[in-house]
């Protein structure tokens, strides 16, 4: 079996590989058949490199990476890119795939979605105003798709509104994005987390809300939800798919 090497972002935060570590044990409890190893792009252990060549050493010939990231930017794009090229120069005979990153897929959403329940925050809650809490991006493209995601979120529900924030220096802050959805009649904020794991960005956050008045909730971040397994398991599928249909072409 191919092995499925999902890849985080990495935190100095203690917390953050902690959660993704706890999601990656309830992909191996889902599918007890696949090879489910993790490692991080930066800051923690182990590395994308140390769990490459392990999987090399074994004697696999294909590995799929999945990037557990929620956008398409510059670690998906240039820094995974290059240490996967680099694994396949040092083992030429691993195929090493990169699957797409699990991006804005609306099953993500729905796990969003059942945090704020969880949370005490009904879909049915008419005076709820949700923030969408995302780390942000230097590429305006990017922030614009992720702003895009509030009016998704809010589909189905009957909240006074949603709008995005950003942790970063993009705006809108979670201050403005608080501000807004008070004035359009919002009389609860939950804050919701476009994060995988918690770490010292949804911390700052949480302290910045604080210093606005109301009535505030903060839900926890996706984790190992069910529809984050959903999405791992596809991008995996995908690759795998491509990769027999290239065999069967080139034969």
Same mark, same amino acid.
């Given at each position: 079996m191919?092995?499925?090497?999902?890849?985080?972002?990495?935190?100095?935060? @203690?917390?953050?590989? +902690?959660?993704?570590?706890?999601?990656?044990?309830?992909?191996? &409890?889902?599918?007890?058949?696949?090879?489910?190893?993790? /490692?991080?792009?930066?800051? =923690?252990? @182990?590395?994308? %490199?140390q769990?490459? %060549?392990?999987? *090399?050493?074994?004697?696999? !010939?294909?590995?799929?990476?999945?990037?557990?990231?929620?956008?398409?930017?510059?670690?998906?794009?240039? %820094?995974?890119?290059?240490?996967? !090229?680099?694994?396949?120069?040092?083992?030429?005979?691993?195929?090493?795939? +990169?699957? !797409?990153?699990?991006?804005? !897929?609306?099953?993500?959403?729905?796990?969003?979605?059942?945090?704020?329940?969880?949370?005490?925050?009904? #879909?049915?809650?008419?005076?709820?105003?949700?923030v969408?809490?995302?780390?942000?991006?230097? &590429?305006?493209?990017?922030?614009?798709? #992720?702003?895009?995601?509030?009016?998704?979120?809010?589909?189905? =529900?009957? $909240?006074?509104?949603?709008?995005? /924030?950003?942790?970063?220096? =993009? &705006?809108?802050?979670?201050?403005?994005?608080?501000?807004?959805?008070?004035?359009?009649?919002?009389?609860?904020?939950?804050? *919701?987390? $476009?994060?995988?794991?918690p770490?010292?960005? =949804?911390?700052?956050?949480?302290?910045?809300?604080?210093? /606005?008045?109301?009535?505030? #909730?903060?839900?926890?971040?996706?984790?190992?939800?069910?529809?984050?397994?959903?999405?791992?398991?596809?991008?995996? *599928?995908?690759?795998?798919t &491509?990769?027999?249909? /290239? #065999?069967?072409?080139?034969?």
């Amino acid at each position: 079996m191919t092995p499925l090497i999902a890849v985080a972002h990495g935190s100095r935060d @203690p917390r953050s590989a +902690q959660v993704v570590a706890a999601a990656v044990s309830a992909l191996r &409890e889902r599918r007890p058949d696949l090879d489910v190893r993790l /490692c991080f792009l930066d800051l =923690t252990a @182990p590395s994308v %490199d140390q769990v490459i %060549d392990a999987v *090399a050493a074994e004697g696999h !010939d294909s590995a799929v990476v999945v990037p557990m990231l929620l956008g398409a930017a510059f670690h998906a794009r240039v %820094d995974l890119p290059a240490l996967l !090229d680099a694994a396949r120069r040092r083992h030429p005979r691993l195929e090493v795939r +990169q699957a !797409d990153v699990l991006g804005h !897929d609306p099953r993500l959403l729905d796990a969003v979605r059942d945090r704020i329940v969880e949370a005490g925050g009904s #879909t049915g809650e008419s005076g709820l105003g949700v923030v969408l809490a995302a780390v942000g991006s230097s &590429e305006p493209a990017a922030n614009d798709r #992720t702003r895009r995601l509030a009016d998704a979120l809010l589909a189905g =529900t009957r $909240w006074s509104g949603a709008v995005t /924030c950003f942790a970063t220096s =993009t &705006e809108p802050t979670v201050q403005q994005a608080i501000a807004h959805l008070h004035a359009s009649g919002a009389s609860r904020i939950v804050i *919701a987390p $476009w994060f995988l794991a918690p770490g010292l960005l =949804t911390d700052r956050l949480s302290r910045a809300a604080e210093s /606005c008045a109301g009535d505030i #909730t903060y839900s926890a971040t996706i984790g190992p939800h069910s529809r984050l397994l959903d999405v791992m398991l596809d991008r995996y *599928a995908d690759m795998r798919t &491509e990769s027999r249909t /290239c #065999t069967v072409l080139s034969a």
